[in-house]
């Protein structure tokens, strides 16, 4: 019994290490081919290392160009998912209304319809309404889609939140919507964060959605790297991919310090 | 202030949770709401807090109609039973919630919070939270941040219900001091009658949607109004059978002595435990055959089953030398007065 106990530990633990290998070898390989100094794909690992790659996106307006588009479209729709998500949350939580399981299934349903068809829907949608402004269409897309997370983040967050705190403010002398703000919305505020956080990472990185919704003018820098990655495949999408990377951990980093990772994991996970 | 609420009714769905209830209370009194779970008792103390509508009926404070009110315009204080303190603010800010949101500047406010944990004891734990404190702390956090406002009218929702029984009566002692010290019609929602006796000036009996009785808790047990209260109040022998002239006849068909109804209809005989004794009836006495089922050794006292014409029946009585062998055929005394006439029902 105990060796067999310790061969499944063995195992266990074996098979933890090939996940995280799995998971952070081609990241790595990324990481490296980024700097690689040879002007071509060559074979790993690269012979010599300069920054060539990184100067090749500052210089390229294309990449430029679509880095402030993510950035404003990930910023303008992180928030309206995220005021949206907040304001359905609080409705859902509310024990009196009525349907409040379908209407969350509702609310969440973008989050199982591949983005492929929200971005054709919506393409085909925006049309008949003769709305052709590319960066609005882009910002309805990116909100529907992300907007899944972050009532999901709120909604984990609101979990332990009671009625009776809600009742006790309003017999404090709270009109309802004071009660919402001042004692829901703090009880919310790990799970606002967290879904503000994953709402800008999801939209920033988006590619099947944007697909349909942008134009020649105005493409984001997702679109932009698969566009230049058909016309001529070099190395820089290897540095944009390190340039993301950093900055969705300097993101993490900055959320751990307020928040606190594992209450944002927690939050998200006791919803799954 | 005084307090009446009169034939409120409340329908959720077919079921009738409220039935035609009314209560009142006046100005500095305590009134608690007793019943079993799902009489109605918290209900109507949702209704006066404004968070249930009514069906019908009224309630009024003070000469005001209260339903007309929204619930954060009807400066009730409300102490609810799992306290819900605000988990993001500190006591201090719990207490002086009330006060920010009336406009109080805030060195009013510190003074007023500083008064209240004055008065609930808890002097020097402004700055805590309410995770950081145990369950009495909480509970008189609560109370002090519903008395913050100089409410109108105190609610309390089961107050005592969450603590260990041993913290329970300390702190029973200690509300009772301050709410006779601070003076503020109250209403108390509990299932526990020792709660409602300690606390209350006058008791309200709650079943199935009615008030069935309000009185003082010596008149809620000595003159029950109908058999529910009777039985629901302390213990009790309920023999049933029927009044015949000015006695009362068993199923058995003993005749006993009883004093005369209050109200027509079919009535029972009730007599309180410690009005019986088992011993040779005195001079005048009632006897009531019984039979002895246990006998339980209990300290201070030996606790007697017995089953009268097929009720069961439990004495504690003092200890003595000898004891009646199970299964024996004894008989009960009592004094003629003891006995009482008791509706079955309220009409």
Redesign the interface.
Known sequence: MRALDIAARLLVRGLVLAAVLFLMLPLLVACILSFDARSFLGPFPPPAYSLRWYRAFLDNPAYMDGFWISLQLAVVAAALATAIGTAAALALADPRLRGARALEALFLSPKFVPTVVVGFSLLVFTARLGLFDPFTRLVMGHTIITLPFTLRAVLASLV?L?R??L??????????A??LW??AV??ARSGIVAGAAMAFVLSFDEVAVSLFLSDAFTQTLPIALVAEMRANLNLTVAAVSTVFLGATLLLLLVLDRTLGIERLAGDVAARG | MTLTVQNLTRRFGGALALDAASLDAGPSEVVALLGPSGCGKTTTLRII???ETADSGSIQLAGQDLMRL?????D???V???Y?????MTVADNVG??LR??GQPAAARAARVGEMLDLVRLTGLEKRRPAQLSGGQQQRVALA??LA?APRLLLLDEPLSNLDARLRGTLQTELRDILTRIGTTTLIVTHDQEEALALADRIAIMSQGRVLQLDTPRMVYERPTCRFVAEFLGRSLWLEGALQGGVFVTRAGTALPCSAPHAPGPHGLLLRPEALSLREAGDGEATLPATILALRYHGHAMQVELRVEGAPLTLELPHRETWPEPGTAVTLAFRPEAGQAVAEAIA
């Open positions: 332990g009671r009776s705190h009742e006790a403010a309003m017999s404090l002398g709270a009109t309802e004071r009660a001042d004692v703090p009880a | 807090a404004g968070f929204a619930p954060h315009a009807r009730i204080g409300l609810f039973q799992d819900a303190l605000f988990p993001h919630y009330g949101r009336r941040r519903a406002i």
